[in-house]
């Protein structure tokens, strides 16, 4: 068979040119003479598929022969963007695409614009888990993602009238040229039905799992390329459909269709993600999509586990280290249980044992109304085998505590993974920690604030058992593949240039080389070039999503991140009208002398967020009045970017001078898009919170613009506010009395109401007693906030210190990349070792 295959120079354009004619007429049944731009997209995407699979599958069996432990993510989310120019970046094609499409008269670029940005991902966490996949690729380790295909993604964000509308996002359209779907590998995935106890073939008591509804998990993969390796590794998703089994019974008209409705209903599984990023909603459906995808996962990694010859159960820990993406997995925990001591049989104990030194957690927040928890009741219903198994943890888990704590300590019910109360609920976080072997924040001070605040009790616990460092940190990162050079080929360039080699693609360490050049005025012009390049780019995008003129000389200025209040965007549309009216007070020739700044900020509001909701509201009001001020226009521009998406970032983070990352200290467990402008040489207004910490370690305190209190100084400012000490700044209060007068609310009651119950609320202004007024200190923090702009403005009046800040902190941002970061995982937690595959086999 090897022989009949047509061998191609993969690298060669000729060969590319003629692989893309042959998918145009034969893959996509198109004339080589008539044919659209996405007909042009798709036929390329199938050339670079032709060669992915290829890799994928010898990646594959080189893993398979080498026999080595594997990595296995478990992720309800990757917000992965677009495929095409990675894909061609990480494949080393750009040089031989390039030529090969010039040749028929085309533009690679325009090409890449053909392709549907797959979002299937809210925010932090999924883009975390999209990094991850390309980072573990490029570091040649054996290691997959597992995830659900959802047909419809984060929802396409229109703006009507200043406000947001959620449009569905049908990715899938006609067909992902990169996904390649598998009929043949396919789980059964039961759901609900009953537990029944019987003997087995050998006339051993067993317990059987039956009823209830049986759903098929079909896998789509998705070929991730690694960088400067010949390793390809594999994001599988799950795709849910109907059993294959047809009730034939079901012979009358109305029975037939009922069959057909329910077998339809089984999609419903994989049809959509929730666009909730911190909020937790019980939803049923939301709890089937994680079960569906964690048991077909663990059939999958299980079934290859004992393809092995000779396997012995004793040695899955040497070959198989899963991690659990946030608690969303967790139910990992008991079915894992389930599948080696009800399936496997497996015995309890050292099911168990297997279990625990196999699984691992990742926690990505501190918010309390985040953490997952399932009602028993519902537990009972869909998963009855399930709730058994954690009944049964849970009881020899208490037993442990007694013994060690006494038959009462309050730590118990602590750690219990049963919550008590009117409804009982089951604590996923809870189960992920006692399953998990180790248990991950994703930045130092969210790691400190786990131990201390989010899981007191477990730490001591540990500390306790003489294992403190069950709890570790794993600091994140982004990939510079994307964030840097595809996200901005000049910058890349330059980088190349001056360091003589791309080697600092793969070790950013390399990058600490461009520190000497810091002062250097060749350097400097390059930079600027570089930046103003980026901002022409900006200025067309926002030119089209938002119909409004930047002026490119202006310092721009970006917000983007999903919309939150512990975020802070509402502070940062109050400073921008404060900005306004410190401009309006202005003479004609005093406003010449001030610096010119454009305020973006986008992104995504949860649908039933109401406040969220109503601040994306006002930034466009406010970008309505300040952007057709004639006194004003000229020295400030603000505008909402909608739809903000990982291809929207991929532009806007390049052209950014700063960029707010301004969260309440304490609430922000990393942030990452901190991490991709400071890359691309943005400076960071910032709070002490998140990874903004550690990015002003590595870069210096020089670049970044700091303000607001420290994460321990918050409850004591709570606490007094409580008490009725909370003093406005009179500039604050000039900010409010205009929206107040409804300055920004366009003669519409609607939004005059919203805006001043958003000011009410950040005023205490509510029925006595209770203080839940400005929970994320927007008052308290406004003052400092204005300080830190104007030392921006006045930093970037010199643009020589700017810009050798801009270098130094680019050059110093090594430790931010996801291949650091993915290094300590597979080190620390995972214990799984880097497979180079060799070119010829
Ligand atoms: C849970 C249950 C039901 C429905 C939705 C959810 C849900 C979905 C997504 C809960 C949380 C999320 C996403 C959380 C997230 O993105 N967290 C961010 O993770 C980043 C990567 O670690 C951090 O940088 C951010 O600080 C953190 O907010």
Same mark, same amino acid.
């Given at each position: ?263 339809? &209903?089984?999609? !419903?599984? %994989?049809? =959509? ?7 937790? *909603? #019980?939803?049923?459906?939301?709890? @089937? ?39 969303h997995p967790t139910i990992a925990v008991a079915e894992m249980m389930r599948l080696l001591v009800d ?60 013994? &060690?704590?006494? !038959?009462? %300590?309050? =730590? ?7 919550? *008590? #109360?009117?409804?009982?609920?089951? @604590? ?69 240039k001056y360091l003589g080699s791309h080697e600092w693609l793969t070790d950013m360490t390399k990058l ?30 926002? &030119? ?298």
């Amino acid at each position: 068979l090897w022989k009949l295959m047509d061998t191609y120079e993969p690298n060669d354009p000729e060969s590319i040119q003629k692989s893309f004619a042959r998918h145009l007429e034969y893959s996509l049944a198109c004339t080589r003479f008539n044919f659209t731009m996405e007909d042009a997209y798709r036929a390329a995407g199938l050339v670079l598929r032709d060669r992915l699979l290829e890799s994928l599958n010898d990646t594959n069996d080189y893993y398979r022969k080498m026999d080595v432990k594997r990595g296995y993510y478990l992720s309800a989310e990757y917000l992965i963007g677009r495929h095409m120019q990675n894909a061609i970046a990480n494949l080393d094609l750009e040089q031989p695409f390039k030529e090969a499409f010039i040749g028929l008269g085309m533009e690679l670029e325009e090409l890449f614009h053909e392709e549907a940005d797959p979002a299937l991902g809210n925010g932090g966490l999924g883009r975390l888990a999209a990094c991850f996949l390309d980072s573990m690729a490029t570091l040649s380790l054996p290691c997959w993602g597992y995830g659900i295909r959802y047909s419809y993604g984060m929802f396409k964000q229109e703006i009507q009238n200043g406000r947001q509308v959620e449009c569905p996002d049908f990715w899938i359209g006609d067909g992902c040229p990169f996904e390649i779907p598998r009929p043949d590998i396919t789980y059964p995935v039961r759901l609900y039905g009953e537990v029944t106890h019987g003997e087995d073939e050998k006339g051993n008591w067993c317990v059987n799992w039956v009823g209830g509804e049986i759903v098929q998990a079909m896998a789509y993969d998705n070929p991730i390329p690694g960088f400067d390796t010949y390793n390809t590794n594999n994001l599988r998703l799950w795709r849910a459909c109907p059993s294959k089994e047809f009730d034939l019974d079901m012979f009358s008209a109305a029975a037939y269709a009922d069959s057909v409705e329910s077998r339809r &209903k089984a999609e !419903d599984l %994989s049809a =959509v993600l929730y666009p909730n990023d911190a909020t937790y *909603e #019980g939803k049923e459906l939301r709890l @089937r999509q994680q079960y569906f995808f964690v048991s077909a996962s663990l059939q999958d990694l299980l079934r290859d586990f004992i393809k092995r010859p000779n396997y012995k159960w004793s040695e899955l820990p040497e070959k198989v280290a899963v991690q659990m993406n946030d608690t969303h997995p967790t139910i990992a925990v008991a079915e894992m249980m389930r599948l080696l001591v009800d399936v496997m049989h497996v015995h309890w104990e050292e099911a168990w044992d297997l279990t625990t030194k196999c699984l691992n957690y990742t926690n990505h927040t501190v918010m309390p109304e985040a953490l997952e928890k399932w009602p028993v009741e519902m537990i009972e219903r869909m998963l009855p085998r399930h709730l058994q198994i954690i009944g049964e943890l849970n009881l020899r888990w208490i037993k442990d505590l007694q013994k &060690k704590y006494g !038959d009462h %300590s309050p =730590v118990i019910s602590a750690l219990s993974i049963f919550e *008590e #109360g009117d409804i009982k609920k089951i @604590r996923m976080g809870n189960l992920a920690i006692m399953g998990a072997n180790k248990v991950n924040g994703v930045a130092a001070i969210h790691t400190e604030i786990i131990k201390k605040e989010t899981f007191p009790e477990f730490y001591k616990y540990c500390c306790d058992i003489g294992k403190p460092d069950k709890i570790v940190n794993m600091t994140n990162g982004v990939t510079p593949r994307r964030w840097v050079h595809c996200a901005n080929p000049a910058l890349s360039a330059i980088f190349t240039k001056y360091l003589g080699s791309h080697e600092w693609l793969t070790d950013m360490t390399k990058l600490k080389g461009m520190l000497k050049f810091k002062e250097d005025s060749k350097l400097h012009s390059e930079w600027m070039e570089m930046k103003r390049e980026c901002k022409a780019k900006l200025a067309a995008f926002v &030119k089209e999503k938002c119909d409004l003129d930047i002026d490119q000389d202006a310092l721009i200025d970006i917000q983007i991140k999903r919309i939150h209040e512990y975020k802070r965007q509402l502070m940062n549309i109050l400073y921008v009208i404060h900005r306004y009216q410190e401009l309006k007070k202005k003479s004609p020739g005093e406003r010449e002398k001030t610096q010119k700044r454009v305020v973006l900020i986008g992104g995504k509001a949860a649908s039933a967020y109401v406040n969220a909701k109503i601040i994306i509201k006002l930034i466009s009001n406010v970008g309505k009045v300040i952007n057709k001020d004639p006194d004003t226009s000229k020295y400030l521009k603000v505008a909402f970017v909608p739809n903000y998406c990982v291809s929207a970032a991929q532009v806007m983070i390049p052209a950014s001078d700063i960029s707010e990352h301004i969260s309440t200290a304490g609430t922000e467990a990393s942030g990452t898009s901190n991490m991709k402008f400071v890359m691309n040489g943005g400076l960071i207004v910032g709070t002490m919170d998140g990874a903004n910490i550690e990015i002003r370690e590595e870069c210096g305190e020089d670049t970044m613009f700091i303000f607001g209190c420290l994460e321990h100084q918050v409850a004591d400012i709570a606490a007094k506010a409580k008490s009725g000490h909370y003093p406005i700044d009179s500039r604050l209060q000039a900010v409010f009395q205009a929206i107040r007068n409804g300055d920004f609310s366009h003669g519409e009651p609607e939004a005059q109401a919203e805006f001043c119950s958003l000011v009410d609320r950040l005023c205490n202004i509510q029925a006595a007693g209770t203080w839940d007024g400005d929970k994320y200190l927007v008052i308290s923090d406004f003052p400092s906030f204005i300080d830190a702009q104007a030392r921006v403005d006045a930093t970037y009046a010199d643009k020589a210190k700017w810009c050798k800040l801009s270098i130094q902190a680019a050059s110093s941002m090594a430790k931010f990349s996801t291949d650091r970061t993915i290094k300590e995982y597979a080190e620390v937690i995972w214990g799984v070792k880097p497979a180079v595959r060799p070119l010829e086999d």
